[in-house]
């Protein structure tokens, strides 16, 4: 039976400091609404999608900020939306900022199956940016400031007969996150984003080379692992701060198939067979066949890069 | 002193069965003046310069194939190439086949230094294609066959104050490869390749499609370690069989900064300035900061993709 599915990618316009995470939840649920009527069957949300982005702003005392985080999930704000996906059927991503019983900070997501469970949390591996306050960049980016390295390693689940795997923004830029998982048979990566549309160090590096290193990323880790993949962006203006759109869905062969059109609240919709997948992972990407493990070492034996010569 | 540097792509023409190394040499040192008038100081050959690409063809006994192959380097029929880019104080590198006194088989190539000393020799480690004769496909490929996987790791050499290295045609869809020399700070990758314009099983997979493959491989490759690449075609019409040209330069923010116009013998040019992979290094790409190799263990404990959900 070929394994058919309408999949979206949910856009996220910017959140403002003072909205409440109902309202968000409620944007949500909208675009959760549109998605079923459309034939959705799973559905994806950008990264750190109830809040505005907060690491742009400087507290000293990083407990300040400890009210963009969430406790549990779901809870009593994002239950109406684990209800109504329940109701649709339909299975969702999402990205949140967790804080856990024992005091941990890290930028995570679920994958909800659909009957609301749980079903995988990933902790984004790769934080970009910097802990402390750095006066020479245009703008702070303090996501080392606020959040641990996340602990979970790249996981997969199979979720409507489809192997499901998240990477979280900045990790979409690192082709070992994209090869932990195709190396788990991979078939859809989600992906959620906040990404500035400027470069904070570079004044020539606006949102053109910004949203052609994103999609240059996401494209590049599909076609080497033979995998579907939906990058998810809030965007917009977010407190006075513009981050680029430029949401996708991308084929097994590395190609853009659906892509968003503004910088709003979006859905984006497209029809993914995955029995597409094995095609590229039984040729050019059959690991089996061509891989040289024994020829990566310095990979997983060197973190930072060595000049010996 | 800023290490800016002009850069060439030597593209060759098909070459077929009938030619001989020399009249093949005679079009490269053609190819080598034009680069000198321009400026080039280091000039880049495809893979498997000197000869046709011979594992499109199928013979039972392998060493019948070994008159494709070089005993040693140089050579009479090469010598005369690197004897010209000595006069100029040229760089170079180039691939051919390669056949040890051992009587081992490798897709090799070297780099060449403007004293006209080897440097570096790499054997390609990311054979594609397959060993036996197999009906199906509309044309063979045999590397698998002819050659065996390159025993050298992937290597960097400091050559014209440049950290350089070289991978070969297939290896370019790799990470794991750009990786491995990112992590000793390559700044200029060299590649090579042969690349039949049709997926010899997948009718719909013409030169469109495979060349957004191949510029997305290298783009990308660059853009992730922050490195300049150039990467150059043997293409166009080879006893009967077509392969892409395509040949670019591309800078380490993973642009395309030069192109081939056509498919036959071409030299594309660039200025490079070295100093400008250091910006990518120390930020977004800087290793030491934002890696996990912790979280990488599959890429060397697993060959083979693992499904386990």
Known sequence: ??????VGGAQIGGIQKAETREEVV?????????????GVEFLVYPEMTLTTFFPRFYVEDRAD?????????????????????????MGFTFGYCELTPGGQHFNTSVIVDPEGGIV????????PGHAEYEAERTHQHLEKRYFLEGDTGFLVVRNQDVIMGNLICNDRRWPEAWRELG??????????????????????????????HHRLSVCAGAYQNSTYAVAVAKSGVEDGNHMFAGSIIVDPDGFVIAEAKGEGDELITAEC???????????????AMHRRPELYTRIVTQKAAKVEV
């Not at 963009?68 to 649709?88: G, H, I, S």
């Not at 067979?273 to 690991?287: E, I, L, P, Y």
Request: proline letters at 5%; aromatic letters at 12%.
């Open 1 to 6: 039976m070929p394994r058919k599915m309408i």
């Open 26 to 38: 409620a944007r949500m649920m909208k675009l959760m609404d549109e998605a079923h009527e459309k």
């Open 65 to 89: 900020f400890d009210h963009w985080f969430e406790t549990e999930m779901p809870n009593a704000a994002t239950q109406p939306l684990f209800d109504l996906a329940k109701k649709y059927k």
């Open 120 to 127: 995988l949390k990933y902790r984004k591996s790769h934080l």
């Open 183 to 212: 190396l788990q048979g991979v078939e859809l990566v989600t992906i959620g984003y906040n990404t500035p549309s400027q470069n904070n160090l570079k004044a020539e590096e606006g949102p053109e080379r910004r949203v052609y």
């Open 273 to 287: 067979d995955f029995d597409k997948c094995a095609f590229g992972k039984s040729t050019v990407f059959n690991f």
